[in-house]
């Protein structure tokens, strides 16, 4: 019995450490996205919205900057525009407006040992983080 289930034990053993390697980068990930967005609501002095809260988010998640993407959307009652085209902007006095940021966080996770169970071709798990606030 003992020599049927010694080879099992260790795969599962590796698998929960997997799992809960891939977790943490997740919610690393999440964190720095609320964290770039805390700090874009408390000071942009030095620089744009959109590049402070990147740069925050990159450095904390030690994240490639094409990996986050910063939008800012105007959502007025039934419709959703980017804010910052003035041809779509909402009317006072027949819609609601409301703006919103939301930062998009992609990273990819490496196993110790690769399974290809749900990885993509080079065998990593795709991590995506999504993190948003209203505004306005």
Same mark, same amino acid.
């Given at each position: 019995?003992?020599?049927?289930?010694?080879?099992?034990?260790?795969?599962?053993?590796?698998?929960?450490?997997?799992?809960?390697? $891939?977790?943490?980068?997740?919610?690393?990930? +999440?964190?720095?996205?609320?964290?770039?967005? *805390?700090?874009?609501?408390? !000071? &942009? =002095?030095?620089?744009?919205?959109?590049?402070?809260?990147?740069?925050?988010?990159? $450095?904390?998640?030690?994240?490639?900057?094409? +990996?986050?993407?910063?939008?800012?959307?105007? *959502?007025?009652?039934?419709? !959703? &525009? =980017?804010?910052?085209?003035?041809?779509?902007?909402?009317?006072?006095?027949?819609?609601?407006?409301?703006?919103?940021?939301?930062?998009?966080?992609?990273?990819?996770?490496?196993?110790?040992?690769?399974?290809?169970?749900?990885?993509?071709?080079?065998?990593?798990?795709?991590?995506?983080?999504?993190?948003?606030?209203?505004?306005?």
């Amino acid at each position: 019995e003992l020599a049927l289930s010694a080879p099992i034990l260790p795969m599962l053993v590796i698998g929960m450490v997997d799992l809960s390697m $891939a977790f943490s980068r997740k919610l690393t990930i +999440e964190q720095a996205a609320q964290r770039g967005l *805390e700090k874009i609501m408390q !000071t &942009t =002095e030095n620089g744009q919205v959109d590049t402070t809260a990147e740069a925050e988010i990159e $450095a904390a998640a030690d994240l490639d900057p094409n +990996e986050v993407v910063l939008t800012i959307q105007q *959502e007025c009652t039934n419709r !959703t &525009t =980017e804010i910052w085209d003035p041809g779509n902007s909402c009317n006072p006095s027949t819609e609601i407006k409301a703006n919103y940021i939301l930062v998009v966080a992609t990273d990819e996770f490496v196993p110790m040992f690769p399974i290809k169970f749900g990885a993509n071709a080079q065998g990593r798990y795709p991590i995506t983080v999504r993190v948003g606030v209203r505004t306005q």
